[in-house]
């Protein structure tokens, strides 16, 4: 079971976009694709087949899963994630803090 899903709240705790929030777009293996974050410039050229105009646009890159944590909205503070076996043999994810359901 994966510990960050896609449309997670994740906070940036490393790099050039540390504290800054948002939501995962896109999970792949070991990295993410975050919204508003890791932005880079792209030159871009035009494609009149698919109606692309040419310049510099701004892209999301993916970050690295180790350098997020997930946002906890009752704290309001990045969290750590654990796993919880349920009675029924199902499995949840919790925050590490205060045990709350992150799935519901």
């Known amino acids: 079971m994966r510990k960050i899903k896609?449309?997670?709240?994740?906070?940036?705790?490393?790099?050039k976009d540390k504290g800054n929030r948002g939501s995962v777009l896109r999970v792949l293996d070991?990295?993410?694709l975050v919204s508003g974050i890791n932005m880079v410039k792209k030159?871009?050229?035009p494609n009149p087949t698919k109606g692309l105009t040419g310049g510099i646009v701004a892209v999301e890159m993916s970050i690295h899963a180790s350098n997020v944590a997930i946002y906890n909205a009752t704290s309001k503070k990045?969290?750590?994630?654990?796993?919880?076996?349920?009675?029924?043999g199902r499995?949840?994810?919790?925050?590490?803090s205060n045990g709350e359901v992150i799935d519901a």
């Open 78 to 88: 990045a969290d750590r994630v654990g796993i919880k076996v349920l009675e029924d």
């Open 91 to 96: 499995k949840m994810r919790v925050f590490r």
């Open 43 to 45: 030159h871009q050229k």
């Open 30 to 32: 070991d990295r993410l």
């Open 6 to 15: 896609k449309n997670d709240d994740v906070i940036v705790i490393a790099g």
